[in-house]
Protein backbone atom coordinates (compact mmCIF):
# COMPACT_ATOMS: atom_id res chain seq x y z
CA UNK A 1 0.00 0.00 0.00
CA UNK A 2 2.61 2.20 1.10
CA UNK A 3 4.43 1.65 -2.19
CA UNK A 4 0.82 2.36 -4.35
CA UNK A 5 0.86 5.38 -2.63
CA UNK A 6 3.83 6.88 -3.29
CA UNK A 7 3.35 5.92 -7.11
CA UNK A 8 0.32 8.30 -6.86
CA UNK A 9 1.66 10.82 -5.09
CA UNK A 10 4.73 10.75 -7.94
CA UNK A 11 2.04 11.17 -10.68
CA UNK A 12 -0.10 13.85 -9.20
CA UNK A 13 3.51 15.80 -8.58
CA UNK A 14 4.46 15.00 -11.48
CA UNK A 15 1.20 15.97 -13.92
CA UNK A 16 1.37 19.52 -11.70
CA UNK A 17 4.49 20.15 -13.39
CA UNK A 18 3.29 19.56 -16.42
CA UNK A 19 -0.08 21.74 -16.11
CA UNK A 20 1.99 24.20 -14.75
CA UNK A 21 4.71 23.97 -17.69
CA UNK A 22 2.05 24.14 -20.09
CA UNK A 23 -0.13 27.39 -18.62
CA UNK A 24 3.76 29.15 -18.59
CA UNK A 25 3.50 28.02 -22.22
CA UNK A 26 0.29 29.65 -23.02
CA UNK A 27 0.73 32.56 -21.36
CA UNK A 28 4.24 33.29 -23.39
CA UNK A 29 1.84 32.67 -26.69
CA UNK A 30 -0.66 35.14 -25.66
CA UNK A 31 2.22 37.88 -24.42
CA UNK A 32 4.57 37.15 -27.42
CA UNK A 33 1.47 38.28 -29.73
CA UNK A 34 -0.07 40.76 -27.57
CA UNK A 35 2.79 42.55 -27.27
CA UNK A 36 4.04 42.75 -30.86
CA UNK A 37 0.28 44.03 -32.25
CA UNK A 38 -1.49 42.79 -34.78
CA UNK A 39 -0.37 40.07 -37.60
CA UNK A 40 2.17 38.35 -35.17
CA UNK A 41 2.29 35.02 -34.20
CA UNK A 42 4.42 32.25 -32.98
CA UNK A 43 5.65 30.50 -35.56
CA UNK A 44 7.14 26.81 -34.01
CA UNK A 45 8.20 24.95 -37.24
CA UNK A 46 4.92 25.17 -39.17
CA UNK A 47 2.68 25.90 -36.42
CA UNK A 48 0.71 28.99 -35.38
CA UNK A 49 -0.18 30.41 -32.03
CA UNK A 50 -3.54 29.28 -32.78
CA UNK A 51 -2.36 25.33 -33.60
CA UNK A 52 0.46 25.97 -30.65
CA UNK A 53 -2.99 26.74 -28.27
CA UNK A 54 -4.67 23.62 -29.38
CA UNK A 55 -1.71 21.05 -29.07
CA UNK A 56 -1.13 23.10 -25.54
CA UNK A 57 -4.77 22.23 -25.00
CA UNK A 58 -4.66 18.69 -25.94
CA UNK A 59 -1.27 17.97 -23.97
CA UNK A 60 -3.43 19.66 -21.06
CA UNK A 61 -6.20 17.45 -21.25
CA UNK A 62 -3.96 14.00 -21.43
CA UNK A 63 -2.13 15.43 -18.49
CA UNK A 64 -5.78 16.01 -16.47
CA UNK A 65 -6.81 12.53 -17.49
CA UNK A 66 -3.30 10.90 -16.48
CA UNK A 67 -4.28 12.56 -12.93
CA UNK A 68 -7.76 11.74 -12.52
CA UNK A 69 -6.95 7.74 -13.49
CA UNK A 70 -4.53 7.85 -10.76
CA UNK A 71 -7.21 8.71 -8.22
CA UNK A 72 -8.21 5.95 -6.40
CA UNK A 73 -11.81 6.10 -4.04
CA UNK A 74 -12.73 3.19 -0.91
CA UNK A 75 -16.22 4.51 -0.65
CA UNK A 76 -18.99 3.53 -3.20
CA UNK A 77 -19.64 6.83 -3.84
CA UNK A 78 -16.28 7.92 -4.42
CA UNK A 79 -15.44 5.10 -6.62
CA UNK A 80 -18.77 5.97 -8.71
CA UNK A 81 -17.24 9.98 -8.88
CA UNK A 82 -13.41 8.06 -9.96
CA UNK A 83 -15.36 6.46 -12.68
CA UNK A 84 -17.57 9.29 -13.95
CA UNK A 85 -14.63 11.50 -14.04
CA UNK A 86 -12.55 8.97 -15.71
CA UNK A 87 -15.03 8.78 -18.48
CA UNK A 88 -15.31 12.32 -18.89
CA UNK A 89 -11.87 12.74 -19.26
CA UNK A 90 -11.13 10.21 -21.95
CA UNK A 91 -13.96 12.43 -23.45
CA UNK A 92 -12.41 15.71 -23.19
CA UNK A 93 -9.04 13.66 -24.79
CA UNK A 94 -11.01 12.55 -27.82
CA UNK A 95 -12.57 15.77 -28.10
CA UNK A 96 -9.74 18.05 -27.50
CA UNK A 97 -7.34 15.61 -30.21
CA UNK A 98 -9.88 16.14 -32.75
CA UNK A 99 -9.91 19.73 -32.41
CA UNK A 100 -5.97 19.30 -33.00
CA UNK A 101 -6.54 17.15 -36.06
CA UNK A 102 -9.10 19.96 -37.29
CA UNK A 103 -6.60 22.99 -36.90
CA UNK A 104 -3.73 21.28 -38.37
CA UNK A 105 -5.19 19.05 -40.86
CA UNK A 106 -4.43 21.85 -43.74
CA UNK A 107 -1.03 20.88 -45.30
CA UNK A 108 1.27 23.87 -44.24
CA UNK A 109 4.72 24.59 -45.67
CA UNK A 110 7.44 27.20 -44.75
CA UNK A 111 9.87 28.16 -46.49
CA UNK A 112 12.89 31.07 -46.48
CA UNK A 113 12.02 33.56 -49.33
CA UNK A 114 15.29 33.56 -51.28
CA UNK A 115 15.56 36.52 -53.61
CA UNK A 116 16.90 36.42 -57.58
CA UNK A 117 20.26 36.76 -56.50
CA UNK A 118 20.27 33.20 -54.40
CA UNK A 119 20.51 35.30 -51.28
CA UNK A 120 18.62 35.09 -48.22
CA UNK A 121 16.12 37.87 -47.67
CA UNK A 122 14.98 37.40 -44.20
CA UNK A 123 11.84 36.55 -44.84
CA UNK A 124 9.69 33.44 -44.49
CA UNK A 125 6.76 32.26 -46.31
CA UNK A 126 3.98 29.98 -44.73
CA UNK A 127 1.65 28.61 -47.12
CA UNK A 128 -1.39 27.06 -46.17
CA UNK A 129 -3.35 24.85 -48.27
CA UNK A 130 -7.36 25.04 -47.84
CA UNK A 131 -8.74 22.35 -50.08
CA UNK A 132 -9.52 23.98 -53.38
CA UNK A 133 -7.38 27.59 -52.66
CA UNK A 134 -4.44 27.76 -50.86
CA UNK A 135 -2.17 31.66 -48.84
CA UNK A 136 1.45 32.45 -49.19
CA UNK A 137 1.84 34.83 -45.86
CA UNK A 138 5.00 36.33 -46.07
CA UNK A 139 6.73 36.68 -42.12
CA UNK A 140 9.55 38.65 -40.32
CA UNK A 141 11.17 37.00 -37.78
CA UNK A 142 12.00 38.05 -34.34
CA UNK A 143 13.03 34.54 -32.61
CA UNK A 144 9.89 32.53 -32.57
CA UNK A 145 8.15 35.57 -33.09
CA UNK A 146 6.58 36.41 -36.43
CA UNK A 147 5.04 39.24 -37.69
CA UNK A 148 3.08 39.08 -41.20
CA UNK A 149 3.83 41.87 -43.76
CA UNK A 150 2.25 40.40 -46.94
CA UNK A 151 -0.47 37.30 -48.02
CA UNK A 152 -0.67 36.15 -51.51
CA UNK A 153 -3.88 34.51 -52.20
CA UNK A 154 -3.21 30.48 -54.99
CA UNK A 155 -7.21 30.47 -56.15
CA UNK A 156 -5.89 26.81 -57.95
CA UNK A 157 -4.57 25.69 -54.25
CA UNK A 158 -0.88 25.67 -55.36
CA UNK A 159 1.85 26.51 -53.26
CA UNK A 160 4.18 28.43 -55.49
CA UNK A 161 7.24 29.28 -53.20
CA UNK A 162 7.57 25.83 -52.45
CA UNK A 163 7.40 25.26 -55.71
CA UNK A 164 9.89 27.56 -56.57
CA UNK A 165 7.38 29.84 -58.77
CA UNK A 166 8.17 33.04 -57.67
CA UNK A 167 10.61 36.02 -58.17
CA UNK A 168 12.09 37.92 -55.46
CA UNK A 169 14.46 41.58 -56.45
CA UNK A 170 15.46 44.38 -54.08
CA UNK A 171 15.54 47.92 -55.79
CA UNK A 172 16.02 51.04 -53.87
CA UNK A 173 15.56 49.38 -49.95
CA UNK A 174 12.56 47.83 -51.24
CA UNK A 175 11.62 43.74 -51.92
CA UNK A 176 9.60 43.09 -54.79
CA UNK A 177 7.56 39.74 -54.86
CA UNK A 178 5.74 37.87 -57.99
CA UNK A 179 4.31 34.82 -57.41
CA UNK A 180 3.00 32.91 -60.69
CA UNK A 181 0.11 30.88 -59.77
CA UNK A 182 1.03 27.42 -61.81
CA UNK A 183 -2.51 26.34 -62.51
CA UNK A 184 -3.69 29.63 -63.87
CA UNK A 185 -0.42 31.49 -64.62
CA UNK A 186 -1.76 34.75 -62.89
CA UNK A 187 1.44 36.39 -61.37
CA UNK A 188 0.82 38.75 -58.03
CA UNK A 189 3.06 41.25 -56.81
CA UNK A 190 3.69 42.23 -53.49
CA UNK A 191 6.26 44.95 -52.09
CA UNK A 192 7.65 44.87 -48.39
CA UNK A 193 10.44 46.79 -46.89
CA UNK A 194 13.98 45.57 -47.34
CA UNK A 195 15.19 44.27 -43.40
CA UNK A 196 17.98 46.44 -42.02
CA UNK A 197 20.77 45.04 -40.23
CA UNK A 198 20.13 41.52 -42.07
CA UNK A 199 23.43 40.21 -43.00
CA UNK A 200 22.09 38.42 -45.72
CA UNK A 201 23.63 34.26 -46.90
CA UNK A 202 24.58 33.87 -50.81
CA UNK A 203 24.61 30.82 -52.99
CA UNK A 204 21.84 29.64 -52.03
CA UNK A 205 18.75 27.69 -54.43
CA UNK A 206 15.66 27.44 -54.24
CA UNK A 207 13.30 24.98 -55.77
CA UNK A 208 12.80 24.98 -59.24
CA UNK A 209 9.43 24.85 -60.70
CA UNK A 210 8.30 21.82 -62.50
CA UNK A 211 5.13 21.66 -64.68
CA UNK A 212 3.35 18.92 -64.41
CA UNK A 213 4.12 16.84 -67.24
CA UNK A 214 0.94 16.30 -69.69
CA UNK A 215 0.11 12.65 -69.62
CA UNK A 216 1.22 10.73 -72.59
CA UNK A 217 -1.46 10.11 -75.77
CA UNK A 218 -1.98 6.31 -76.05
CA UNK A 219 -1.05 5.16 -78.88
CA UNK A 220 -3.79 3.18 -80.39
CA UNK A 221 -2.46 -0.51 -81.74
CA UNK A 222 -2.24 -0.96 -85.19
CA UNK A 223 -4.73 -2.99 -86.52
CA UNK A 224 -4.63 -6.73 -87.03
CA UNK A 225 -4.86 -7.95 -90.49
CA UNK A 226 -6.17 -11.35 -90.74
CA UNK A 227 -3.42 -12.68 -92.17
CA UNK A 228 -1.58 -12.08 -89.03
CA UNK A 229 -4.71 -13.59 -86.62
CA UNK A 230 -4.48 -16.46 -89.09
CA UNK A 231 -0.44 -17.32 -89.02
CA UNK A 232 -1.11 -17.07 -84.85
CA UNK A 233 -3.88 -19.42 -85.11
CA UNK A 234 -2.19 -22.02 -87.28
CA UNK A 235 1.16 -21.41 -84.49
CA UNK A 236 -1.19 -22.26 -81.67
CA UNK A 237 -2.60 -25.25 -83.26
CA UNK A 238 0.75 -26.95 -83.59
CA UNK A 239 1.92 -26.62 -80.08
CA UNK A 240 -1.98 -27.92 -79.09
CA UNK A 241 -0.66 -31.07 -80.90
CA UNK A 242 2.57 -31.00 -79.50
CA UNK A 243 1.57 -30.89 -76.20
CA UNK A 244 -0.44 -33.77 -76.76
CA UNK A 245 1.61 -36.41 -79.35
CA UNK A 246 0.32 -39.55 -79.93
CA UNK A 247 -3.87 -37.86 -80.13
CA UNK A 248 -5.85 -39.68 -82.88
CA UNK A 249 -8.70 -38.29 -84.93
CA UNK A 250 -12.35 -39.59 -84.20
CA UNK A 251 -11.18 -41.91 -87.47
CA UNK A 252 -8.56 -43.52 -85.57
CA UNK A 253 -5.64 -41.99 -86.81
CA UNK A 254 -2.66 -39.53 -85.97
CA UNK A 255 -3.96 -36.03 -85.48
CA UNK A 256 -2.57 -34.02 -88.59
CA UNK A 257 -1.67 -30.10 -89.03
CA UNK A 258 -4.95 -28.50 -90.93
CA UNK A 259 -5.37 -25.34 -92.35
CA UNK A 260 -8.40 -22.70 -90.78
CA UNK A 261 -11.01 -22.13 -93.05
CA UNK A 262 -12.04 -18.31 -93.76
CA UNK A 263 -15.89 -17.19 -93.55
CA UNK A 264 -17.30 -14.00 -94.90
CA UNK A 265 -18.41 -11.50 -91.98
CA UNK A 266 -20.56 -8.12 -92.41
CA UNK A 267 -18.77 -5.05 -94.00
CA UNK A 268 -16.29 -6.69 -96.13
CA UNK A 269 -14.34 -8.35 -93.42
CA UNK A 270 -13.43 -12.45 -92.76
CA UNK A 271 -13.00 -14.50 -89.92
CA UNK A 272 -11.00 -17.65 -89.85
CA UNK A 273 -11.65 -21.14 -87.78
CA UNK A 274 -10.33 -24.40 -87.04
CA UNK A 275 -12.26 -27.08 -85.37
CA UNK A 276 -10.66 -30.37 -84.04
CA UNK A 277 -11.46 -33.26 -82.40
CA UNK A 278 -9.13 -36.37 -80.42
CA UNK A 279 -8.58 -38.70 -78.13
CA UNK A 280 -5.57 -39.70 -76.03
CA UNK A 281 -5.02 -42.05 -73.51
CA UNK A 282 -5.76 -39.89 -70.79
CA UNK A 283 -8.13 -36.94 -72.57
CA UNK A 284 -8.47 -35.12 -68.39
CA UNK A 285 -4.78 -34.99 -68.22
CA UNK A 286 -4.02 -33.95 -72.42
CA UNK A 287 -6.68 -30.88 -71.83
CA UNK A 288 -4.88 -29.39 -69.10
CA UNK A 289 -1.42 -29.68 -70.89
CA UNK A 290 -3.02 -28.03 -73.57
CA UNK A 291 -4.84 -25.06 -70.91
CA UNK A 292 -0.70 -25.11 -69.67
CA UNK A 293 0.11 -24.97 -73.23
CA UNK A 294 -1.85 -21.46 -73.98
CA UNK A 295 -1.56 -19.89 -70.72
CA UNK A 296 2.31 -19.83 -71.26
CA UNK A 297 1.98 -18.02 -74.47
CA UNK A 298 0.21 -15.37 -72.46
CA UNK A 299 -3.00 -15.82 -73.34
CA UNK A 300 -5.88 -14.62 -71.07
CA UNK A 301 -8.08 -17.20 -69.44
CA UNK A 302 -12.15 -17.39 -69.22
CA UNK A 303 -15.11 -20.07 -68.88
CA UNK A 304 -18.28 -20.81 -70.18
CA UNK A 305 -20.60 -23.80 -69.28
CA UNK A 306 -18.16 -27.09 -68.94
CA UNK A 307 -15.85 -25.06 -71.88
CA UNK A 308 -12.80 -23.69 -71.26
CA UNK A 309 -11.54 -20.58 -73.33
CA UNK A 310 -8.60 -18.79 -73.54
CA UNK A 311 -8.32 -15.76 -75.60
CA UNK A 312 -6.10 -12.97 -76.89
CA UNK A 313 -7.37 -9.12 -77.30
CA UNK A 314 -4.53 -8.08 -79.74
CA UNK A 315 -4.83 -10.86 -82.07
CA UNK A 316 -8.51 -11.58 -81.55
CA UNK A 317 -7.50 -15.34 -81.50
CA UNK A 318 -9.56 -17.78 -79.61
CA UNK A 319 -9.65 -21.25 -77.87
CA UNK A 320 -12.45 -22.57 -77.06
CA UNK A 321 -12.11 -26.39 -75.88
CA UNK A 322 -14.02 -29.20 -73.89
CA UNK A 323 -13.44 -32.59 -72.86
CA UNK A 324 -16.76 -34.70 -73.77
CA UNK A 325 -14.81 -37.62 -72.72
CA UNK A 326 -18.23 -38.82 -71.21
CA UNK A 327 -20.38 -38.32 -74.67
CA UNK A 328 -18.11 -39.70 -77.27
CA UNK A 329 -14.49 -39.84 -75.62
CA UNK A 330 -12.81 -36.98 -77.40
CA UNK A 331 -11.70 -33.54 -76.85
CA UNK A 332 -13.74 -30.94 -78.65
CA UNK A 333 -12.26 -27.68 -79.54
CA UNK A 334 -12.14 -24.78 -81.95
CA UNK A 335 -9.56 -21.81 -82.93
CA UNK A 336 -10.80 -19.00 -84.20
CA UNK A 337 -10.03 -15.28 -85.14
CA UNK A 338 -11.83 -11.84 -85.04
CA UNK A 339 -13.69 -10.67 -87.92
CA UNK A 340 -10.48 -8.56 -89.57
Not at 141 to 155: E, F, K, Y
Not at 176 to 205: F, I, M, N, Q, Y
Request: with cysteine.
Amino acid sequence: MADARRVAVGIRVLTAVVAVLIAAAMIAVAVSTSEEGEGTTVLVGTLDSPQIVAVLILVGVIDLTVLVFSLRATRVAGRVGVIVARVAATGAVLVAGAGVFLATFPTTIVSPLIDDDGCDTGYLVREENHWLSSSSSLYRMDGLVATGVATISNADGGMPFHEGAYGASEEDGTLRVSAASAGSGVVETVTVPELTGHVPECGLKRPTYQADRPSPTPTAPAPVSLERAEAELERMYAATLAAVPGAVGTDGRAVASSAPTRTTCDRGTAQSALTFAFATEDNAASLEKILATWDAAGYEVDRAIQTDIRFDPITTVTLRIADRSTIDGTIHGVITTGCL
